[in-house]
């Protein structure tokens, strides 16, 4: 169980475009869920935390006008990438949590890169 | 501010032998601790974590840790490693409603 299901696994897109990426919570209902940013050899990085219903709160210094994130239901966040440029260029990750409970089940990622 | 400290990049380790990797953190309360391994270009998959209770916790794939309050460390353990464990493996502190804060993480390098 717990299982997290990230699309897509890799995108290439020009630059100025948008991208987005879905985030869906198979066979549990997922109140919050969590977008980190993952550059090459480096750590993860929280950008923001969506509750369901709600708006995302967004960590310091991540643009929330070009990361927008709506979590509209229980089992699906979507992150969209906007007008995206080769420094968005990065492996994106969503995590996501179910009320009360202190674990976050990871999906498998989403490697994106910009031309 | 909470924070995780990771001070080996690299690890490398002969199969068979012991493994420990560090980790320290700040933390303003009692912490959630967690150790992760993710292999490239994939997710994260949790290996353990410590909320409360016994210091010592044991994890999946053979990994155990253990939590020192006085050191402010949570170090990843195996006795005896196998090839399938070389990947990045990344320790965090916190959780509940709030996000992760991750170490930098350590690549562990498995020697035959």
Known sequence: GAVVSQHPSWVICKSGTSVKIECRSLDFQATTMFWYRQFPKQSLMLMATSNEGSKATYEQGVEKDKFLINHASLTLSTLTVTSAHPEDSSFYICSARTSGADIQYFGAGTRLSVL | ?112
């Open chain 2, 1 to 112: 501010a909470q924070s995780v400290t990771q001070p080996d990049i690299h690890i490398t380790v002969s199969e068979g032998a012991s493994l420990e990797l560090r980790c320290n953190y700040s933390y303003g309360a009692t912490p959630y601790l967690f150790w992760y391994v993710q292999s490239p270009g994939q997710g994260l998959q949790l290996l353990l974590k410590y909320f409360s209770g016994d210091t010592l916790v044991q994890g999946i794939k053979g990994f155990e840790a253990e939590f020192k309050r006085s050191q402010s460390s949570f170090n990843l353990r195996k006795p005896s490693v196998h090839w399938s464990d070389a990947a990045e493996y990344f320790c965090a502190v916190g959780g509940g409603a709030d996000g992760l804060t991750f170490g930098k993480g350590t690549h562990l390098i498995i020697q035959p």
